[in-house]
């Protein structure tokens, strides 16, 4: 073989040591800035689809780049067309600052590229997520000896499971006949101000979203338990199947807990299997004051955690937790020739049978090792004083002539003009969105509660958010608010 | 608020510069020697679960470790207690050494976490994606104004979507009603020799296993097309709704490609959904003298491919790609009123209704940078020389009296000793690998051909692996041999 083209393969994946060690010093350092001076970037980017492609016009792989002039390119595009969610004054969506030791567990994984598929290949990843899922579990209130569980890609492909193995449950043929051989027309129960993923899923799974039976919510937000419960015995006496609720512990919009006592006894009664979606309240459970927001939860079949949400690890880490150890395998079985194992008595779980993918990244090193730093503790303390810096948004909010809507500990704030609480005028709130988010200097988004009250929503999403931050937006807000009086805005619209 | 709380809060997660900039020091060094230094490991590791779990018992969240301390202890578990799959002695599963620019995208995707649900909270990554969907829908032969795709966890993901697009595009009320509202049952056809991701798509989607007609091979180990066709014929008769046919490209097992251009013309005869899972295999369209080994993937109605596999980014990185530009919209359309949208005429994509997953990571930049570095070009000599490669190993393997069974192209072998080709002896194969395997010199895999033919499988999956890495092989398993004819143990097990 010519010595020439190994070596001119060689470099082009895997570059010489001094041009590794330039790259990495450089990557350190930009590292180290954006966690340093992230707070004096603008937040919110110029969203101009022309001017984001015109920016990638110039990339044309038939003409290689330099590592270095790549690596500046892409932080230059990273830099400036990138909603800078790691802010402190984002008060978005649930998109964390990642822990630093996270950071390093995800450079680590895309570095000995560990294949989790079967237990053979990764023994040490795959038993470092199995002891994640036990101890999580037990946090949940699950029998340690019992719980099982997988790392997912995220709230959705966790959500997606849940409706597998309640499939599974329900109907032991699912695997093999499918839904067509069941005798009538499976059906699940979630609140309308549930994450529309189980809409996703239900699609995915061939129920198709009408199965899902969008429960009303009471004046709380919260899923209404006497429609639930009507709804599942006209359900019946139609002759379809229900066979799954769904509780939401901390709704997107609204940080809003269904009433996981009373969906879990409903669902007990009726023989459904009950699932708990706190892929963002779940973190509660490890803050002993809080834990009884989410009372009930012990008794789900199954749960959905994202430690990428409260618990700040770099996305993104989804986890599947049930209290029953056979489920998994038995909605996932499946043999393949090719697939490596062990010759051996002892009990090890190969991940490509126990979840929706098959080879897959190490996804809970990130959390053992920002785990491992915190400690429970620790993570406590970040939980608790997250939700504290929400009570201080809430408590300014209020004092500046805003009226929250919405009644959660969980650090989300939806809130109205109190002065035109009334005519629900939705471009006069996104106008003011729009101010504070061209404003660069804070970003939130907007929601409409029951699919139809229009709202501002802030929400605590990062663990280096403060009160001088909170005291920024509540000024931009204020600002925005008083922009818009002067110049008739909400006028203008009064005939929405 | 306390400012020793959150001095403290901000230390867990964030820690302080001079412990950050020790923890990079040593990361970057533990790379960098891991990327040199590789090549001197013992590939396979001890396994015993109980080792394993022995060695996580000091493992306490209740008593934090310092951040350099639970550093170390993960390098610990992870060098001792993984199948180092970067080694370039490594032959066995899809497991490649990680492009250098790879592990340094992934840094950067953990450290800047974009959230790619919509567009407008990282505009950049989304277009960036979008722009290599294109790209990569060119390569393989489509008209780039309607290539459309997503990237995707791996494989399995983009085949589940594969079944989802093609059951939406057959079924219009698939979405709504799912499949219980369809006439008759839905069934799909893939080879024998297929990947098993498509029959757990299956159950993931409701069909069932059943619903996949795992079509015969034929003596090359391709889909058998005469029994397909016959198959279709039966099924229609029999009142089912056949929909899709899934070709391989690059089977796990032996590398064999489908006769993809009969298949084509079967789907379009019959009007059905032509999937191709080139997740191995399609790597070759960027090798224009073996483009032709994949003829006929242009018709197809939608393709996966995985970077992750020849391209030899870090784990995970799947491609779906399809040449019909409506079809993820029509299949997982889904509105939420908690997801930002644009006020703008400009046509961009919403990864969340775009996928089966929802807040994703931004998948495609490691591909991004390392096509960036190496070019087409750079690539296609990578690919070039481990399909060599993989022809050295084949004639080493003929030298030295081993039987190849399977006729490649993509650099994997399926073989058994010459002198006892007859007896299908998988324990004496099995004594064979286990001997490569515990030297810790080499690792292979075994499988069986077509279900029934027990075979040593050797596949080149590292751009690093050279002849000398060959002959290393190649000894190890002649020494093998003669240790087990030599103690008889082939005697012993001829009565299997």
Same mark, same amino acid.
């Given at each position: 073989?010519?010595?020439?083209?190994?070596?001119? +393969?060689?470099?082009?994946?895997?570059?010489?040591?001094?041009?590794?060690?330039? *790259?990495?010093?450089?990557?350190?350092?930009?590292?180290?800035? $954006?966690?340093? !001076?992230? /707070?004096?970037?603008?937040? &919110?980017?110029?969203?101009?689809?022309?001017? +984001?492609?015109?920016?990638? #016009?110039?990339?044309?792989? !038939?003409?290689?780049?330099?590592?270095?002039?790549?690596?500046?390119?892409?932080? !230059?595009?990273?830099?400036? %067309?990138?909603?800078?969610?790691?802010?402190?004054?984002?008060?978005?969506?649930?998109?964390?600052?990642?822990?630093?030791?996270?950071?390093?567990?995800?450079? *680590?994984?895309?570095?000995?590229?560990?294949?989790?598929? #079967?237990?053979?290949?990764? =023994?040490?990843? #795959?038993?470092?997520?199995?002891?994640?899922?036990?101890?999580? &579990?037990?946090?949940?209130?699950?029998?340690?000896?019992?719980?099982?569980?997988?790392?997912?890609?995220?709230?959705?492909?966790?959500?997606?499971?849940?409706?597998?193995?309640?499939?599974?449950?329900?109907? =032991?043929?699912?695997?093999?006949? &499918?839904?067509?051989?069941?005798?009538?027309?499976?059906?699940?129960?979630?609140?309308?101000?549930?994450?529309? /993923?189980?809409?996703?899923?239900?699609?995915?799974?061939?129920?198709?979203?009408?199965?899902?039976?969008?429960? @009303?919510?009471?004046?709380?937000?919260?899923?209404?338990?006497?429609?639930?419960?009507?709804?599942?015995?006209?359900?019946?006496?139609?002759?379809?199947?229900?066979?799954?609720?769904?509780?939401?512990?901390?709704?997107?919009?609204?940080?809003?807990?269904? =009433?996981?006592?009373?969906?879990?006894?409903?669902?007990?009664?009726?023989?459904?299997?009950?699932?708990?979606?706190?892929?963002?309240?779940?973190?509660?459970?490890?803050?002993?004051?809080?834990? %009884?927001?989410?009372?009930?939860?012990? %008794?789900?079949?199954?749960?959905?955690?994202?430690?990428?949400? *409260?618990?700040?690890? =770099?996305? /993104?880490?989804?986890?599947?937790?049930?209290?029953?150890?056979?489920?998994?395998?038995?909605?996932?079985?499946?043999?393949?020739?090719?697939?490596?194992?062990?010759?051996?008595?002892?009990?090890?779980?190969?991940?490509?049978? %126990?979840?929706?993918?098959?080879?897959?990244?190490?996804?809970?090193?990130?959390?053992?090792?920002?785990?491992?730093?915190? &400690?429970?503790?620790?993570?406590?303390?970040?939980?608790?004083?997250?939700?504290?810096?929400?009570? $201080?948004?809430?408590?300014? *909010? @209020?004092?500046?002539?805003?009226?929250?809507?919405?009644?959660?500990?969980?650090?989300?704030?939806?809130?109205?003009?109190?002065?035109?609480?009334?005519?629900?005028?939705?471009?006069?709130?996104?106008?003011?969105?729009?101010?504070?988010?061209? /404003?660069?200097?804070?970003?939130?988004?907007?929601?409409?509660?029951?699919?139809?009250?229009?709202?501002?929503?802030?929400?605590?999403?990062?663990?280096?958010?403060?009160?001088?931050?909170?005291?920024?937006?509540?000024?931009?807000?204020?600002?925005?608010?008083?922009?818009?009086?002067?110049?008739?805005?909400?006028?203008?619209?009064?005939?929405?």
């Amino acid at each position: 073989m010519d010595q020439l083209i190994e070596d001119r +393969v060689t470099m082009a994946l895997s570059l010489d040591n001094t041009t590794r060690a330039e *790259l990495w010093g450089r990557v350190v350092d930009v590292i180290e800035n $954006y966690t340093t !001076d992230i /707070s004096k970037l603008r937040i &919110g980017p110029d969203l101009d689809p022309a001017k +984001v492609r015109a920016d990638l #016009v110039p990339v044309n792989f !038939d003409r290689p780049m330099e590592p270095a002039k790549a690596l500046e390119f892409t932080l !230059d595009i990273l830099m400036r %067309h990138q909603t800078h969610v790691v802010h402190p004054r984002y008060f978005g969506l649930y998109d964390p600052a990642p822990s630093a030791m996270g950071v390093i567990a995800e450079t *680590l994984v895309a570095a000995f590229n560990p294949q989790l598929s #079967v237990w053979i290949q990764s =023994p040490g990843a #795959v038993e470092i997520e199995q002891l994640l899922v036990r101890l999580f &579990g037990e946090k949940f209130g699950y029998d340690k000896s019992k719980v099982d569980g997988t790392f997912t890609s995220g709230g959705a492909e966790a959500n997606h499971t849940a409706l597998l193995t309640a499939l599974t449950h329900a109907f =032991p043929n699912f695997v093999s006949k &499918g839904l067509r051989a069941l005798s009538s027309q499976p059906v699940l129960y979630v609140s309308s101000e549930g994450h529309h /993923s189980v809409l996703k899923a239900a699609q995915s799974c061939g129920l198709g979203t009408e199965a899902v039976r969008e429960i @009303e919510i009471d004046r709380d937000l919260r899923m209404d338990v006497k429609v639930l419960s009507a709804r599942i015995a006209n359900d019946k006496a139609e002759g379809l199947q229900p066979f799954l609720i769904v509780g939401t512990a901390g709704t997107t919009n609204a940080g809003v807990v269904d =009433p996981l006592g009373e969906l879990g006894d409903i669902a007990a009664r009726e023989a459904l299997w009950f699932h708990v979606d706190s892929a963002w309240g779940g973190a509660v459970v490890l803050v002993s004051e809080l834990r %009884h927001l989410l009372s009930g939860i012990e %008794h789900a079949d199954s749960i959905t955690f994202d430690p990428h949400k *409260l618990l700040s690890v =770099p996305r /993104s880490a989804g986890l599947y937790l049930t209290r029953h150890p056979n489920i998994l395998a038995k909605t996932f079985d499946v043999a393949a020739a090719y697939m490596p194992g062990m010759n051996s008595s002892e009990q090890v779980v190969d991940q490509f049978r %126990h979840s929706l993918q098959w080879s897959r990244r190490f996804i809970g090193l990130k959390l053992f090792m920002t785990l491992a730093v915190a &400690g429970w503790d620790g993570y406590a303390e970040v939980i608790r004083q997250q939700l504290s810096v929400g009570e $201080y948004l809430r408590s300014e *909010l @209020e004092r500046s002539g805003w009226k929250v809507l919405n009644d959660s500990a969980l650090g989300v704030l939806c809130f109205v003009d109190r002065t035109h609480d009334d005519g629900a005028l939705s471009t006069y709130l996104e106008a003011i969105r729009e101010d504070v988010v061209s /404003s660069g200097e804070a970003w939130i988004s907007i929601t409409r509660l029951g699919k139809s009250t229009p709202a501002l929503r802030a929400c605590i999403v990062n663990y280096l958010t403060r009160p001088d931050d909170v005291s920024a937006l509540v000024a931009s807000l204020n600002k925005a608010r008083d922009n818009h009086m002067l110049h008739g805005h909400r006028g203008m619209n009064t005939k929405e």
